[in-house]
C-alpha cells in the first residue's frame, strides 16, 4: 500500500484573535516526499496539528488513501518535554507509544523493537535510560517509533534540527527509504539546502501559501528572501501562483 | 480510494453527547413520573361530612380540639362518678369550651345542654355567634367521640342520630389525610 494524497482546501486557522492560516490550499501527491517551509510562526506546525486532527481549523483536509480504508499515519514531534529523571529505558518509551498493552507491563515482545531501533543507529541501546540519552539520540528515538508499525503517511516536524552528522546521513537513508516504499512524507523543515537536495515538491508557508512547486525552481533567492521577510507580499505570492 | 476527512479539534461532538444523554435522562424522568403519578388522593368528602382542617374557621378548630380532649375527660369522670357529668359541673371545673370565660365568649359564646340516650350522651352548644362558631354537638359512646357542626343557632334535633343530624343539615367533623398533611 502506497502513502495517502493529502489536500488541504481554504484551510484556515483562527488562535483566540490570531489568524495562524489564512486560506491555505495545498495538494500533497501520493509517495512524494514534500516539504513546507516558512519563518518561525509561519503556521507549519499548526498546518501539522490540524492535519493530525488536534486543532481547531476551518475548511476542509482530506487524506485520499488508494485502499479500503485509511492506513498508518506516523508523527516525528519536533521535541518530547519529559522529565529527564524519569526511570524509563528507551524500550519503556517506545511501548508507551507504540503498543496497545499497558506499557506497565512490559515491552511487547510481537513487536521488534530492536529492528527500529538499529535502522536509526540505535541498536543496543534499548535499556538505556531515555532520560541519560543525547539531544540527538533523543531525536533518532523518536524517527524510530514513527517506524512502528510501517507508516503509510509520515509527518516530520523539523526532525534534523537535533540531529549530528551520523544522525543527518541515517535520516537521509531512511527518507530513502520510505520514499522508495511509497509512503507520503510531509516534511517540515528549516534547512533549506537540505530540502532543495532530498524534497520532491516544496511549500513556502507563511500564513498563506506563499509558493508551490519544484524545489528546485521555487528556491530562488528572491522567493526565499520574500518568505522570510517580516511583511509577506501578497501580491508576490499570487504572482507567483499564477 | 478512501477518503478521511480531518475533522477540527473540538468540543462539539461531546457537547451534543452530552446534551442527547441529558434530554434522553429528562425525557425518561417525564416519562417515569408520567407513568407512576400517584392518583388524586383527595376524593370529595361526603355531603354530611366536613374536614377539619379546610372546613372550619378559626373558633371552631378551637372548639373542636377543646371538645376532642373533654371528651376523653367527660369518659374519665363518667367512670369514676358512675354517670355522666353536666354542662354546669364540666364548667365548675373550668374544663374548656364548657367554662364561661372570655375564650368561650369569643368563640361564640355557646350554650351548652345535656342529653343522655341510653349508653350514648350527648353535649349540645347553640352558639350565640354562628358567624364566629356554628353549633356544636359532641356524642360521646362506648368507642369514641363524635362532633357535629352547623352553621345556624339551633338546637340539635333528640335524639341526635346520625340520619336525624344529617337531615337536619348537621354535618360531622372528620380528620383527612392526604398528601397536603405534613404533621
Known sequence: MTGPAILFDAVDLTLGRTVILDGVSLRVAAGTVHALVGPNGGGKSSLIRALLGQAPHRGTIRLDW?????????????????????????????AVLCQRRPAFLGPDRRINYGAALDRV??????????????????????????????????????????????????????????SAAGTTILWVEHD???????????????????????PMEMLSPERVFDLFSAVPRRAGAERIAS | MHHQ????????????????????ILASATLAVGLRAAPDAEAPLAAHLIDSRTGLTAAE????????????EIVALRTAAGRAPTPEE?????LPPFA???????????????AET???????????????????????????ADIWLKRAAEAPPAPPEDAALSAAGWKRIVSTFTAGVNR
Open chain 2, 100 to 114: 364561661a370565660d372570655p375564650s368561650a365568649a369569643a368563640r361564640g359564646g355557646h350554650t351548652w345542654t345535656f
Open chain 2, 61 to 72: 378548630q378551637g372548639l373542636y380540639a377543646d371538645l376532642k380532649a373533654a371528651g376523653e
Open chain 2, 90 to 94: 364540666l364548667a365548675a371545673e373550668a
Open chain 2, 5 to 24: 476527512i480531518v475533522r477540527r479539534a473540538g468540543a462539539e461532538r461531546e457537547t451534543l453527547w452530552v446534551l442527547l444523554a441529558a434530554g434522553v
Open chain 1, 66 to 94: 488508494p485502499g479500503d480504508g485509511p492506513g498508518t499515519v506516523a508523527y516525528v514531534p519536533q521535541s518530547v518535554e519529559f522529565d529527564r529523571g524519569l526511570p524509563l529505558t528507551v524500550e519503556d518509551f517506545l
Open chain 1, 121 to 178: 543507529g540505535m541498536a543496543g541501546k534499548a535499556r538505556r535510560r531515555f532520560g541519560a540519552l543525547s539531544g540527538g539520540e533523543r531525536q533518532r528515538v523518536l524517527l524510530a517509533q514513527a517506524l512502528i508499525p510501517a507508516p503509510d503517511l509520515i509527518v516530520l516536524d523539523e526532525p534534523m534540527t537535533a540531529l549530528d552528522e551520523a544522525g543527518i546521513a541515517i535520516f537521509k537513508t531512511l527518507l530513502a527509504e520510505l
Open chain 1, 192 to 214: 533549506l539546502a537540505q530540502v532543495r537536495r532530498l524534497a520532491t515538491r516544496v511549500t513556502g508557508l507563511n500564513r498563506r501559501v506563499l509558493f508551490d512547486g519544484h
Open chain 2, 118 to 144: 341510653g349508653h350514648e350522651i350527648a353535649y349540645a352548644g347553640v352558639s350565640a355567634a354562628p358567624e364566629l362558631a356554628g353549633s356544636l354537638v359532641l356524642r360521646l359512646d362506648g368507642h369514641g
